[in-house]
């Protein structure tokens, strides 16, 4: 063996590789491929060959640190952000949009064919009205304080929870920006103690800022352990004179030890509670703590998408099931007969019924509780049940009583592809076929993505 001949790398902790990238994962990693094994490759793409340090080895597929680009992908950008490489706010800032949609597509696909078993679905080109940036109507950042005192807001480091501390960020509604440097800085001279959840100390967790993006009214929210902030009440006032935008300041209190960012109780301290925003032609009151789809533009064109197709005649009974604050109830009502709103939060049902009113809708009705629950207690067999369900997906309760009541239409609108798969596999099981798939990208710059499916039974007309 001559002396400069090196061996050959070894599927272990610490091996450098090198790999071609040739796939996205739905948790945003790279994907290449090193003698017949896997390896997921954070901030890297399809197309990308890269050297990697192998740090978390299992016998069939390993996690990669990207440790050298050597040749970049078609599809890389430089990120429009300065801190990506650090933030994990967002994973796929160094990607670009037109392959971004593509990948979103795929995850989709794959989904629904490995996990849903279904063959070929036919999976419409991705929604999308915003550029990719500034398109976030919410932001909620964690609060630290830094080694040398100072209060940080911001996203936690990929794979950490320490703070990249931002005072601007492309992703959130650029009207938000200067909030952030002034917010902390006010934070900083009141005193406020930042809570620290390892020694339980100080009560300030998270800083909250929500904008309509029609109507550019801005609530500030700031979460605590506790209801008491001494001197709120004169630094709210001196925030909503600040700022134009600002219509109210309002102080969360969330004294539980997990990771759920708002508590039961949210106070007004100054201003209003609640702003106003324009929502596919009605008008939303929307409190801090409340759901609303994030990205305002793509989340109104498919709802205005899901109207056209639906070719409601104004004779329908629909219940629109995990409603929030009426997003989708409302503008649904508009065109049947009656909608019938549930959710189980009892102050976004106020905010639905209040929106209601607002809109001088009368034709519907709302119940406070959990799907699996209410949905059997209606006793009625709706001509359309619209699911909106958290992450996690439909209860199996839920499921059950939808093939029992058998609606002749659903709609099943998910955030999560892999939930949205189980679902429809025992919604097709049942009798259901999928007449459209229509996914929307509600959050640019990461790997998730919204997708809409129709589905029906009997013989009505495809949409
Ligand atoms: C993805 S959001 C959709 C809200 C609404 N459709 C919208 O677009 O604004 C899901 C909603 O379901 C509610 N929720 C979660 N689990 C529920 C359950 N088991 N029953 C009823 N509502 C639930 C949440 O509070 C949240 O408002």
């Given at each position: 063996m001559s002396v400069t001949e090196t061996k050959p790398p070894q599927w272990q902790q610490g091996s450098l590789i090198e790999i071609e990238i040739d796939d996205l994962s739905d948790r945003a990693d790279g994907v290449g491929r090193w003698e017949g094994r896997v390896v997921f490759v954070p901030d890297t793409v399809t197309g990308d060959r890269v050297l990697v340090r192998l740090v978390r080895v299992k016998p069939q597929y390993a996690y990669g640190q990207l440790q050298k680009l050597l040749t970049p992908s078609p599809h890389r950008i430089r990120p429009?952000?300065?801190?990506?490489?650090?933030?994990?706010?967002?994973?796929?800032?160094?990607?670009?949009?037109?392959?971004?949609?593509?990948?979103?597509?795929?995850?989709?696909?794959?989904?629904?064919?490995?996990?849903?078993?279904?063959?070929?679905?036919?999976?419409?080109?991705?929604?999308?009205r915003t550029t990719g940036?500034?398109?976030?109507n919410k932001v909620t950042y964690p609060l630290q304080r830094s080694a040398e005192g100072k209060v940080q807001a911001g996203y936690y480091r990929k794979g950490s929870h320490k703070l990249v501390n931002l005072n601007q960020c492309p992703v959130q509604d650029s009207r938000l920006d200067p909030f952030l440097a002034q917010i902390k800085q006010d934070i900083e001279t009141q005193g406020w103690g930042?809570?620290?959840?390892?020694?339980?100390?100080?009560?300030?967790?998270?800083?909250?800022?929500?904008?309509?993006?029609?109507?550019?009214?801005?609530?500030?929210?700031?979460?605590?352990?506790?209801?008491?902030?001494?001197?709120?009440?004169?630094?709210?006032?001196?925030?909503?004179?600040?700022?134009?935008?600002?219509?109210?300041?309002?102080?969360?209190?969330?004294?539980?030890?997990?990771?759920?960012?708002?508590?039961?109780?949210t106070d007004c301290i100054a201003g209003k509670g609640e702003l106003e925003e324009e929502f596919a032609g009605l008008s939303f009151f929307l409190r801090p703590d409340t759901f609303f789809q994030v990205n305002t533009e793509t989340a109104e064109a498919l709802c205005d998408l899901i109207l056209d197709k639906l070719t409601l005649t104004g004779s329908e009974t629909i219940v629109d099931a995990y409603c929030g604050v009426g997003t989708f109830t409302l503008p649904l009502a508009r065109q049947a007969k009656t909608v019938i709103g549930i959710e189980s939060q009892a102050s976004a049902i106020e905010q639905g019924k209040r929106n209601a009113e607002h809109n001088q809708i009368e034709n519907v009705t709302f119940h406070v509780g959990k799907v699996e629950?209410?949905?059997?207690?209606?006793?009625?067999?709706?001509?359309?049940?619209?699911?909106?369900?958290?992450?996690?997906?439909?209860?199996?309760?839920?499921?059950?009583?939808?093939?029992?009541?058998?609606?002749?239409?659903?709609?099943?609108?998910?955030?999560?592809?892999?939930?949205?798969?189980r679902d429809l596999e025992k919604l097709v099981a049942a009798g259901y076929e999928i007449t459209l798939i229509q996914p929307a990208d509600f959050f640019p710059q990461t790997s998730h993505v919204e997708c809409a499916v129709f589905l029906q039974r009997g013989n009505l007309p495809k949409e």
């Open positions: 429009q952000c300065i801190v990506a490489d650090k933030c994990g706010g967002c994973q796929w800032q160094h990607i670009d949009l037109t392959y971004q949609h593509q990948a979103k597509t795929q995850i989709i696909i794959d989904a629904l064919e490995r996990i849903g078993g279904l063959n070929h679905p036919p999976v419409a080109p991705i929604l999308n940036l500034n398109y976030r930042i809570y620290n959840e390892t020694r339980q100390t100080g009560k300030l967790r998270h800083l909250a800022l929500r904008i309509g993006r029609k109507t550019g009214q801005i609530l500030l929210t700031l979460i605590s352990t506790d209801g008491n902030l001494e001197g709120l009440e004169t630094q709210a006032k001196t925030w909503l004179e600040q700022f134009s935008d600002l219509v109210g300041v309002c102080l969360n209190k969330n004294p539980q030890r997990n990771n759920i960012i708002f508590g039961k109780e629950t209410i949905l059997p207690q209606l006793e009625i067999i709706p001509d359309l049940v619209f699911l909106d369900p958290p992450r996690k997906g439909c209860d199996r309760a839920v499921l059950d009583t939808l093939t029992a009541i058998a609606p002749p239409r659903i709609i099943y609108l998910s955030c999560r592809p892999a939930t949205l798969a």
